[in-house]
């Protein structure tokens, strides 16, 4: 263990070499000097021109007290440093100069630090010659030529082009406002860092995150936190956000959350996809949309692998695309299963391909292409396109079986009340006495065919040109007659709520959850017309 005397050695070599690194603060010039006190202390007073150096930094005034028993000066009007040669040019009008910390506390009405092509205006400022650090603490603001920054407290880093911003934080580029807590702001790079609760408004809409950063000059945005952007008729919620403001290209990463308020539609995925310049969104894998209509009282879910929606403002298009392994759940209207799908919005009709079958009541139909034409939202016409083939069971679990080249369904709020068999046309109908016995089995071809359905039951059945028609007895009844060529029921496919839903199933009790809420966008706008108001 060292000695007491070696240890006060150590302190006295350690604090020389401290306060050799503090050269003293040279006076350059003044046109006046004089020995006086000042706040009971031996001062040199100097007026006139002073200038003071201390290594590459540079202190102006017009009066000054320089300490004659430590290493600090005060120093009044006009208060200018030098930094850099010329880099760094702070003006104030009052100074407190501590020569050993090489720190300048400047105040004043009008603090300007003009650094390069950045200027920043404050009223107090604390400004280290050493590290080329400034602080304050007194509201500031910081303009370049593009962008415009407003705080409580600020520090700027100026060896490593960084400024910090904390508290009340507000940034202007022009075409965007940032409102913030506590802001990174690279004077070179032009990149915006913040952490914290914030809202950037834009002309393409709202955005609330809590970190991430934007690019001023790029005009790229990256959030690495749960953000929302919100616009007219939109709202895009991800677990990460990126968008390109000139390239209208935007990535949404985890938890994607698409909702259009004008359609009363919310789309589900892990990652969405926008393309603003060809009016393209694409979500993926496992996507889930969900139409409300009706006042809420209906809805409507879709998934699939992948959904894609174009939107042609030039043509006034706008469809919805979705492949691979579709489902479609309406409890009121119908259930479907194909491989893709393409929904034009603008004509209200919906195409399935691949193998698409159709569930409606107790009704199975299928075909090698099915359109659905809406009206209100609701089933109004299907049409079948080859190999068109409807089934439905009775009351005593009988297969009615209707099938022809291409078939015409129309409906009623949706419920089926005309199907029009367009060549080819094929039957099989049960005659039931009562629903409660079956008498025999109506078998029947011609060209064409015309079934009417009552309460979604048969009523009547009419035949067009070269029609065939044969009752068989119940007795006769076997398995070479009730079924006609092509059967499958499929009725194990039929896809269920929680089947469709997937991952983003709830429970009965939690389906709220799941509703369209769109309440959150009104109240986020008002609450920023508070901030442009204020």
């Given at each position: 263990?060292?000695s007491k005397?070696?240890?006060?050695l150590?302190?006295?070599?350690?604090f020389?070499?401290?306060?050799?690194?503090s050269?003293?603060?040279?006076?350059?010039?003044?046109?006046?000097?004089?020995g006086?006190?000042?706040?009971?202390?031996?001062?040199?007073?100097?007026?006139?021109?002073?200038?003071?150096?201390?290594?590459d930094?540079?202190?102006?005034?017009?009066?000054?007290?320089?300490?004659?028993?430590?290493?600090d000066?005060?120093?009044?009007?006009?208060?200018?440093i030098?930094?850099?040669?010329g880099?760094?040019?702070?003006?104030?009008?009052?100074?407190?100069?501590f020569?050993?910390a090489?720190l300048?506390k400047?105040?004043?009405?009008?603090?300007?630090l003009?650094?390069?092509?950045?200027?920043?205006?404050?009223?107090?400022?604390d400004?280290?010659?050493?590290?080329?650090?400034?602080?304050?603490?007194n509201?500031?603001?910081?303009?370049?030529?593009?962008?415009?920054?407003?705080?409580?407290f600020?520090?700027?880093?100026?060896?490593q082009?960084?400024?910090?911003?904390?508290?009340n934080?507000?940034?202007?580029?022009?075409?965007h406002?940032?409102y913030?807590?506590?802001?990174?702001?690279?004077?070179?790079?032009?990149?915006?860092?913040f952490?914290?609760?914030?809202?950037?408004?834009?002309?393409?809409?709202?955005m609330n995150?809590?970190?991430g950063?934007?690019?001023?000059?790029?005009?790229q945005?990256?959030?690495?936190?749960?953000?929302?952007?919100?616009s007219?008729?939109?709202?895009l919620?991800?677990?990460?956000?990126?968008?390109?403001?000139?390239?209208?290209y935007?990535?949404g990463?985890?938890?994607v959350?698409l909702?259009?308020?004008?359609?009363?539609v919310?789309?589900?995925g892990?990652?969405?996809?926008?393309?603003?310049?060809?009016?393209?969104t694409?979500v993926?894998?496992?996507a889930?949309?969900?139409?409300?209509?009706?006042?809420g009282?209906?809805t409507?879910?879709?998934?699939?692998?992948?959904?894609l929606?174009?939107?042609?403002?030039?043509k006034k298009?706008?469809r919805?695309?979705?492949?691979?392994?579709?489902?479609?759940?309406?409890?009121k209207?119908?259930?479907?299963?194909?491989d893709?799908?393409?929904?034009?919005?603008?004509?209200s009709?919906?195409?399935f391909f691949?193998?698409?079958?159709?569930?409606?009541?107790?009704?199975q139909m299928?075909g090698?292409?099915?359109?659905?034409?809406?009206m209100?939202?609701?089933?109004?016409?299907?049409?079948?396109r080859t190999?068109?083939?409807i089934i439905?069971?009775?009351?005593?679990e009988?297969f009615?079986?209707?099938k022809?080249?291409?078939?015409?369904?129309?409906?009623d709020?949706?419920?089926?009340?005309?199907v029009?068999?367009?060549?080819?046309?094929?039957s099989?109908?049960?005659?039931?006495?009562?629903d409660?016995?079956t008498n025999?089995?109506?078998?029947?071809?011609?060209?064409?065919?015309?079934i009417?359905f009552?309460n979604q039951?048969?009523?009547?059945?009419?035949?067009?040109?070269k029609?065939?028609?044969?009752?068989?007895?119940?007795?006769?009844?076997n398995d070479?007659?009730?079924?006609l060529?092509?059967?499958k029921?499929?009725?194990?496919?039929?896809p269920?709520?929680?089947?469709?839903?997937?991952?983003?199933?709830?429970?009965?009790k939690?389906?709220?959850?799941i509703?369209v809420?769109?309440v959150y966008?009104?109240?986020?706008?008002?609450?920023?017309?508070?901030?442009?108001?204020?």
């Amino acid at each position: 263990m060292l000695s007491k005397k070696y240890l006060i050695l150590f302190f006295i070599l350690y604090f020389s070499i401290v306060y050799s690194q503090s050269k003293r603060i040279e006076l350059i010039r003044a046109d006046a000097l004089e020995g006086t006190t000042y706040n009971n202390e031996p001062v040199r007073k100097l007026s006139g021109n002073v200038v003071f150096k201390q290594e590459d930094a540079q202190l102006f005034c017009d009066l000054s007290y320089q300490f004659v028993n430590r290493n600090d000066l005060e120093a009044f009007s006009n208060i200018r440093i030098l930094k850099g040669e010329g880099q760094s040019i702070i003006n104030g009008e009052k100074m407190m100069y501590f020569g050993d910390a090489k720190l300048a506390k400047i105040t004043g009405s009008n603090i300007i630090l003009n650094s390069k092509t950045l200027y920043l205006y404050t009223t107090v400022l604390d400004y280290n010659t050493q590290a080329d650090i400034s602080n304050y603490y007194n509201g500031g603001k910081v303009i370049d030529d593009v962008n415009t920054l407003t705080s409580n407290f600020g520090t700027y880093f100026k060896q490593q082009d960084l400024f910090v911003f904390i508290k009340n934080v507000v940034f202007k580029d022009g075409k965007h406002t940032i409102y913030t807590d506590s802001l990174d702001y690279n004077t070179v790079t032009r990149i915006v860092k913040f952490r914290g609760p914030t809202t950037i408004i834009g002309p393409d809409g709202i955005m609330n995150s809590t970190k991430g950063e934007y690019n001023s000059a790029t005009k790229q945005s990256d959030f690495h936190s749960k953000s929302t952007i919100y616009s007219k008729d939109y709202s895009l919620t991800a677990d990460k956000l990126y968008y390109n403001q000139f390239t209208k290209y935007g990535l949404g990463i985890g938890n994607v959350v698409l909702i259009s308020i004008k359609d009363s539609v919310t789309v589900f995925g892990d990652y969405g996809q926008y393309w603003g310049d060809k009016g393209h969104t694409k979500v993926y894998p496992q996507a889930l949309m969900q139409s409300v209509s009706n006042a809420g009282k209906d809805t409507t879910f879709l998934r699939a692998d992948t959904l894609l929606s174009i939107n042609d403002t030039i043509k006034k298009e706008k469809r919805l695309l979705a492949y691979n392994h579709v489902f479609v759940y309406d409890k009121k209207n119908m259930q479907a299963i194909c491989d893709s799908l393409v929904n034009d919005v603008t004509d209200s009709t919906t195409t399935f391909f691949n193998d698409p079958v159709i569930w409606n009541g107790k009704n199975q139909m299928r075909g090698d292409t099915i359109k659905a034409y809406l009206m209100n939202k609701k089933i109004h016409q299907i049409k079948f396109r080859t190999k068109a083939f409807i089934i439905s069971k009775d009351t005593l679990e009988n297969f009615n079986q209707v099938k022809g080249k291409n078939m015409v369904a129309y409906f009623d709020s949706s419920r089926i009340k005309r199907v029009e068999v367009l060549e080819n046309a094929e039957s099989i109908y049960y005659a039931l006495q009562e629903d409660t016995a079956t008498n025999g089995l109506n078998k029947a071809e011609a060209v064409n065919m015309t079934i009417r359905f009552k309460n979604q039951k048969v009523k009547t059945i009419s035949f067009y040109k070269k029609p065939k028609a044969l009752f068989i007895p119940i007795h006769e009844i076997n398995d070479d007659v009730i079924r006609l060529r092509g059967f499958k029921w499929r009725e194990a496919e039929r896809p269920n709520l929680m089947q469709v839903l997937g991952k983003y199933y709830v429970s009965e009790k939690k389906r709220n959850i799941i509703k369209v809420k769109n309440v959150y966008l009104p109240t986020i706008k008002n609450t920023l017309k508070k901030k442009k108001n204020k």
